[in-house]
Each structure stands twice: as structure tokens, then as C-alpha cells.
């Protein structure tokens, strides 16, 4: 990590490899999500992709809010994918609970493998419990 710190030009690998080394402090901070939140911003710049954008949203909900978060995740309007149905369901979870399961059933019906299905399905029958 220090090596790739001293090049002159930043690589998507080393911006990875950093956010990486963020997830594996313990501490739920606001300024660890604050750091991971900025490499994805730099990230993005460098290459994007649907799955940092969306994985940005997630560290933009801990460091700032669900709501900034929220709103920020409907702009990526990744409506073929379930797992940005699962991080709409998870950000209505604490901003309206009336969204939380249309968002569950709409990446079930978008989850490919039997273990996704699986995953979200046991989610809606906890709402209906």
C-alpha cells in the first residue's frame, strides 16, 4: 500500500485495495465511512461502474444520512438490479417502512440465484411476522 501511495498516478486497484483496507477497521465510525466514502468518490472519477455507485450510496448512509443517501441512490435508477432494491428496502427501513417491502419483492423478482431468493424472501416474512 505504501509503495502504490507514491505513484504519481492513482490506479482503480490501489482506490480498491484502500477502501478494502477501511472495511477491516471494526469500528463503525463516522470518519472510517467518511474515508471509504471519498475513495469511492475518486473511484468514480478514475472508472465507473453501477456497483461502486452503488456501494458509494451505502458509505455516504453511514457517513452522513439515510435520506442524503436515499436520494442519492434514486439517481443511479439501477432498476435491473436487485441489490439496489435491497439498499432502497434498507434506507426505508429507518425512513418509511411502507417502501421497505415493495422494494424487498421487487429484488426478489429481480435475484437470479436460489440463494439471493432465499436471502430476500426471508426478509419479507420477517415484515409479515
Avoid: C, G
Avoid at 9 to 22: D, G, M, N, P, R
Amino acid at each position: 500500500m505504501q509503495k502504490a501511495a507514491e505513484w504519481k498516478v492513482t490506479s482503480k486497484y490501489f482506490l480498491e485495495a484502500s477502501i478494502a483496507y477501511w472495511h477491516t477497521i471494526k469500528e463503525d465510525r463516522p470518519e472510517k465511512w467518511e474515508s471509504i466514502l471519498q475513495l469511492y468518490n475518486y473511484l468514480l472519477q478514475i472508472e465507473y461502474s453501477a456497483t461502486a455507485a452503488l456501494n458509494r450510496t451505502f458509505a455516504l448512509s453511514k457517513a452522513r444520512s439515510k435520506n442524503e443517501a436515499l436520494n442519492e441512490a434514486k439517481k443511479l435508477k439501477l432498476e435491473k438490479s436487485h441489490f439496489y432494491f435491497l439498499l432502497l428496502a434498507e434506507f426505508y427501513n429507518e425512513i418509511d417502512k411502507t417502501q421497505v417491502k415493495p422494494n424487498l419483492e421487487k429484488a426478489l423478482s429481480l435475484a437470479k440465484t436460489s440463494a439471493e431468493k432465499k436471502v430476500i424472501q426471508r426478509k419479507i416474512n420477517a415484515l409479515n411476522s
